[in-house]
């Protein structure tokens, strides 16, 4: 954007030469003059917003990637070049797996669990039966004898199984259950809802990913069409044909023109990130 306003400026300061040469010798009014005056004021404006803008910019890129904002990044690829790489209809045919959705995936652990604990509050009311095995030796003697090889030694075993039946717990097992099976329905009604979401939210993201593709190529045209218009102009204004009031309007025109379709090159690829981020199969190019 930054060379656009640049190539702009260089064009309305020549045109703006050549104009006050055309007034001083009589050939135009100085409104001519006056509209070619503030038309360049405005593109200085922009300019200089547009210099800043890309400063920061690159001090935000620096600080997502944990490089210094004062490190000099150089950026290999341009945003024409990025568009047409992210610019395809058939990645609209992409099926989504919900296995793979992140917000599925979490929804779908909290309902386990809450399944889980559904099952661990009702176990607890089961009988529980356990088994145990004692085993001893034991000797009997008037003196301390009991390592003499002659010693008479007892051995005993018990082998048993015990169990343990609830009854009683106050009310509040069965309130601890009762919990249980409303937090897992509860995780039931949010993990369905979160499918239906992100059916919604893929929908929403690929229509949006279509406009965004027709918006750039519409902004194309609307583009190569304004630059036809302003060169005519430029013509008709050098010949006396046209009025600088006509030659204004045909450049702000083309300035309108210039900055919709820089921002319709942003919306493609926005759009195209997130759709990847809902069908969770980001685009990585290697060189």
């Known amino acids: 954007l930054v060379s656009i306003f640049e190539k702009d400026k260089i064009t ?12 001083e010798n009589g050939f ?6 006056e509209q070619l005056e503030i038309t360049l004021l405005n593109i200085d404006t922009q300019l200089s917003n547009a210099i800043r803008s890309e400063s920061i910019a690159n001090q935000m890129f620096n600080l997502a990637l944990g490089i210094d904002v004062s490190e000099n990044v150089v950026l290999k690829d341009d945003l024409a070049s990025l568009t047409v790489r992210n610019t395809s209809l058939s990645f609209l045919d992409s099926s989504l797996n919900l296995e793979n959705n992140i917000d599925y ?5 909290l309902t386990q669990q809450r399944s889980l604990e559904l099952k661990l509050e009702k176990s607890k009311a089961l009988p529980s039966l356990s088994a145990f095995v004692n085993y001893g030796t034991s ?14 030694w007892y051995q005993s075993s018990i082998l048993g199984l015990k169990m343990n039946i609830p009854i009683f717990s106050s009310g509040m097992r069965g309130a601890r259950t009762q919990q249980a099976r409303i937090a897992l329905k509860k995780a039931e009604t949010d993990f369905n809802y979160t499918q239906q979401n992100i059916l919604l939210e893929l929908n929403s993201a690929k229509s949006n990913y279509q406009f965004a593709i027709e918006k750039y190529e519409n902004a194309k045209k609307y583009l190569t069409l304004s630059e036809r218009i302003e060169s005519k102009n430029q013509v008709k ?7 600088s009031f006509d030659l204004r309007q045909a450049q702000t025109q083309l300035y309108i023109a210039q900055q919709q379709y820089f921002q319709s090159m942003l919306e493609v690829i926005t759009s195209k990130a997130n759709l990847e ?3 969770n199969s980001p685009t990585i190019q290697t060189n």
Not at 105 to 109: H, R, W
């Open 237 to 243: 204004f050098k010949e006396g044909l046209s009025t």
């Open 28 to 33: 135009t009014e100085e409104e001519s003059v």
């Open 277 to 279: 981020t809902i069908l």
């Open 12 to 23: 309305l300061e020549k045109n703006l030469y050549e104009t006050q040469k055309i007034y």
């Open 105 to 109: 995936k979490i929804a779908s652990n």
């Open 139 to 152: 000797a009997n003697s008037d003196s301390f004898s009991f390592f003499d090889s002659q010693q008479i």
